[in-house]
């Protein structure tokens, strides 16, 4: 089981989101299953920082995918809350690394929901599981100030 990380301070990097009235459900609240698009778009922007915009372009050799993920909800967002979406990765294996989510409101700091993801790197050759690159694993322990287990 993963322990997440449930301080703001251990989150070299943080988003928002302002919670749209499709992600709800016939009361107002946040259905369940958009804390994983919560934590993808966490995901992407923590990408886009560190990597720039050509991330995305598609000319990498190589492609990530979730392998896992899981969450805990600790709270109620609501329809129009501001939600801060703080993102680290805590562990970087051979072919794979965890990302670590906590969501807060904005207004209270109160948290919403804390949850994981694993990300495996796919050969796009192959299709099959590849380590990862050490040009990707020296940035991420570079902006994460050595914070990152590693399980090698």
Not at 19 to 48: I, K, M, P
Request: with cysteine.
């Amino acid at each position: 089981k993963i322990q997440v990380e449930e301080y703001p301070a251990k989150y070299n990097f943080k988003t928002r989101v302002r919670v749209r009235f499709a992600e709800t459900d016939a009361q107002g609240v946040v259905y369940n299953s958009n804390y994983l698009v919560y934590f993808e778009v966490a995901r992407v922007e923590y990408f886009r920082n560190l990597f720039g915009e050509n991330w995305f372009d598609g000319q990498r050799p190589y492609d990530v995918t979730v392998g896992e993920a899981g969450c805990r909800f600790k709270s109620s967002a609501r329809f129009d809350q501001i939600l801060d979406l703080h993102v680290r990765i805590a562990e970087i294996r051979n072919a794979s690394y965890v990302f670590e989510y906590l969501i807060r409101s904005a207004k209270s700091g109160e948290a919403v929901a804390v949850g994981y993801t694993t990300l495996v790197t796919l050969s796009r050759e192959t299709g099959k599981a590849m380590r990862v690159p050490i040009e990707v694993r020296e940035k991420i322990l570079a902006f994460e100030d050595g914070r990152v287990r590693s399980a090698e």
